[in-house]
């Protein structure tokens, strides 16, 4: 079965500085990946998936996120945050065949200080 | 833009009581999906739905739950007998052709 491992747990950044986030899977096969965002009190967004071709994606809110298939990654990036940016980040992972249900990370706490 | 929307927002019961939690899938979607987190958790898949039956379970998904689409709108979870540990956010899903999956709001359920 699939796994997806997200090491940092809680990250504090001031504002302007860069986010990098840790993502990785575990997967042998075809997968397609999301990040979704979560903030206070709100439902799950999406913010980017990758499915194929070109491994570096763009999402919104001047995310984005690069695939390295040869280290099962999936890292978000973003070159300088928000304070609006405070929000948990959940890094996810779907088969690509099947029902794909989403497995998810244990997710990664942002906060941002003004 | 079309959304997932769930009823209630915040369901509060005593342990034992059954309780349903309902969701509207966006119209012209065809696989739908029940996920959990319990606070301070991750987000954990329960189950999926795909034309009229479960296509597949966790293992949380045990005979206290069921899932139906009473109708061509709503899809709901049932939970027959509480327990404390079902207190948990439970977010519905959808699908369309693509792969991507649209989340509602989530549905708090609080038991005592």
């Known amino acids: 079965a699939q796994s997806v491992s997200q090491h940092n747990h809680h990250v504090i950044l001031s504002e302007a500085a860069s986010l990098e986030l840790g993502c990785n899977y575990s997967?042998?096969?075809?997968?397609?990946l999301f990040w979704y965002v979560q903030y206070p009190g709100q439902h799950l967004q999406l913010l980017l998936k990758y499915f194929s071709g070109d491994p570096l994606v763009k999402g919104i809110k001047g995310f984005e996120a690069e695939f390295i298939k040869s280290k099962f990654s999936f890292n978000l990036r973003k070159p300088s945050v928000q304070w609006s940016d405070t929000a948990e980040y959940f890094c996810a992972v779907s088969l690509n065949f099947g029902n794909e249900k989403l497995t998810f990370g244990t997710g990664t706490r942002l906060t941002i200080i003004p | 833009e079309p959304e997932v929307t769930q009823t209630p927002s915040h369901q509060v019961t005593q342990m034992g009581q059954e309780v349903i939690l309902r969701c509207v899938p966006i119209s012209n979607h065809l696989y739908f999906y029940w996920y959990r987190q319990i606070l301070g958790q991750k987000v954990e898949f329960l189950v999926s739905f795909y034309n009229n039956e479960i296509s597949e379970k966790s293992e949380i998904f045990d005979d206290q739950f069921s899932v139906e689409r009473p109708d061509g709108s709503n899809f709901t979870l049932k939970i027959r007998s509480t327990k404390l540990e079902d207190s948990a956010m439970y977010f519905c899903?959808?699908?369309?052709?693509?792969?991507?999956?649209?989340f509602g709001p989530g549905t708090r359920l609080t038991v005592l």
């Open positions: 899903a959808s699908r369309g052709q693509g792969n991507e999956q649209f």
């Open positions: 997967y042998g096969g075809t997968v397609n």
